[in-house]
């Protein structure tokens, strides 16, 4: 075996929010990657809309910087557990893992989720305590909880000698000892080259694993993933192995590897490298590209099972096809079948009616960001409320479970566990840091979490937070009865108007402003009962001939409750949809017509006699 000592290849893991891609700014700032007057801004590498926007990295990505003379490949990954199909995908191309760890939050599940992963590979762990300079900060008790995962996940002894480093990713520094003044990042830089182990390289014929895939509209399709064994240039002739061990050939068009924000055209790339190749039309991740001289494949990519399912539909409303570019049912399916290439956790299937597609994902925020990726797409479709996923394990039906984990504040105990407790949690631990500072920890059916995060949002008023992970399947229970209060639908199509919104909201909370264009059986708002009624906000005020003294006084609606589209598929129930298009979110129910929801009120009924 060789060793390549000019390269280290690492990946960056961590709970959602602990600082990774700021971290990552820090390290492309102070290699000198930019130009000294060029602006970069923050976050750099959460360049796709969605992720500048949600403030959180959704993909994961590469880049490179150089360091004394050593290239650091550096791999970005996203912390919510929704996306962790991403870090199961690419942390197969690093030798070494950065873990971060915010100062304050401590290790939180999705730590213990990329750990673990990290670990059982085997790949070199160098911790990062990140936000020191956060006020109360608690960088000594954070350092033995950490020690304690390591105890609990560690596959052998020398994965407990990990180093220790102490960031404030925001200011760029890096320290080796708590308290010392930090001054760059290089104590960073200069732990990964002392610790990280450079890549090992096997010599033969060439071979890659595609871990990632990018395109271009110049260079088609561009395959990304580390080169195992020997080297590739541009015209060598390569051997793909699709996932059924077929193989086709290829002739290479580019070689590029990665540097700053940039990929660079290069001769050739060696063992050890993580590179981009373009000419191979048809790959897919998890592919190898290999020498036709000894095309063995390499060990595919494996990631976790999705846990929640929800149906994507053609858009079946009486607005359908007015606002979206992309309608019929072959554009839809097209478009999801492609998203396959590249998202890895997600599934589709085709379902009985030709219409309709069952999606699956890691939650509901890896469904949402699809949703919303495609609706700015021109796409227009419906979706449905989500389910948790059930499946048969030892003849068994069984369910997900999820591992929930709430910071919060004394106050919010109450409503909480009761809130929680009506959803089918079990609390396993509470703990009180004394200054009124709480974490909750449940085990909760991945069901009764669905829906759960904008009630959640409402009754603790938005300052605490929640946080979840996959832990596995127990035996199904019983079904969860909605909380949901009835929804007041619209009777009548037409333009809603002051009058009807305004008789509307003497029954509940509206959605819509006064203008907009809605159809019967669309939902207009919430009812304070149980029941959903339905109501006519298109209803204008009889003209009279008599004044009455109150009139000319205009009526004053409340300001509609606007939902996102996350609030939207958490609202719906299973007899509603969620209509999306490029410029509307709007929901209604499946049945449109009062008669037709009456009929299939009474025969539900009959058949539960
Ligand atoms: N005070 C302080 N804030 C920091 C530090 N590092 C990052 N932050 C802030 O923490 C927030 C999250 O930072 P990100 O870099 O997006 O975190 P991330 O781990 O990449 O998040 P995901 O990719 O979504 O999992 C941002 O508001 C940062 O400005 C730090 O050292 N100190
Ligand atoms: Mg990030």
Known sequence: MNYRNDIRNIAIIAHVDHGKTTLVDAMLKQSKVFRNNQAVGELIMDSNTLEREKGITIMSKNTAVVYRGVKINIIDTPGHAD?????????????????????????????????????????TIIVVINKIDRPNSRIAEVTSLIQDLFLELATDMDQLDYHVLYADAKEGTAVTEPGMPGKDISPLFDCILANVPPPQIESGPFQMLVSNL?????????????????????????????????MDYYEIAE?????????????????????????????????????????????RIEVGEPTVEMTFGVNTSPFAGREGRFCTTRQLRKRLYKELETNLSLRVQDTDSPDTFLVKGRGELHLAILIETMRREDYEFEVSKPEAITKVIDGKLVEPVELLTIDTSEEYIGVLTEMLSKRQARMVDMRNDGLGNIRLVFQIPTKGLLGFRS????????????????????????????????VLVASEPGSTITYGLNNAQERGLTFIEPGTLVYEGMIVGLNSR?????????????????????????????????????????????????????????LRKKLLTYSQRLRSISAARLSIK
Not at 275 to 296: H, W
Not at 567 to 586: G, Y
């Open 214 to 246: 990018d395109s271009d509209s110049h260079k088609g399709r561009i395959a990304i993933g580390r080169i195992w064994r020997g080297k590739v240039a541009s015209h060598d002739t390569v051997v793909r192995v699709n996932a059924d061990g077929n």
């Open 530 to 586: 149980l029941q959903d009624i339905p109501v006519n906000v298109c209803k204008e005020k009889k003209k009279t001939n008599i004044r009455s003294s109150t009139s000319d006084i205009a009526v004053k609606l409340t300001p509609p409750l606007k939902m996102s589209l996350e609030q939207a598929i958490d609202f719906v129930n299973r007899d509603e949809l969620v209509e999306v298009t490029p410029e509307n979110i709007r």
């Open 255 to 299: 070689v590029l590897t990665y540097l700053g924000l940039k990929r660079l055209k290069v001769d050739q790339a060696e063992a050890g490298d993580i590179v981009a190749v373009t000419g191979i039309e048809k790959v897919s991740i998890g592919d190898t590209i290999a020498s036709p001289e000894q095309p063995s494949a390499l060990p």
């Open 83 to 123: 996306f962790s199909g991403e870090v199961e995908r690419v942390i197969s191309m690093a030798d070494g893992c950065l873990l971060l760890v915010d100062s304050v939050e401590g290790p939180m599940p999705q730590t213990k989720f990329v750990l673990r992963h990290a670990l059982q590979r085997g790949l």
């Open 455 to 486: 009630s959640f949002l409402t009754s603790t008023r938005g300052d605490s937070i929640m946080n979840s992970v996959f832990l596995g399947y127990e035996p199904l229970r019983g079904e969860i009865i909605s909380a949901r209060n009835g």
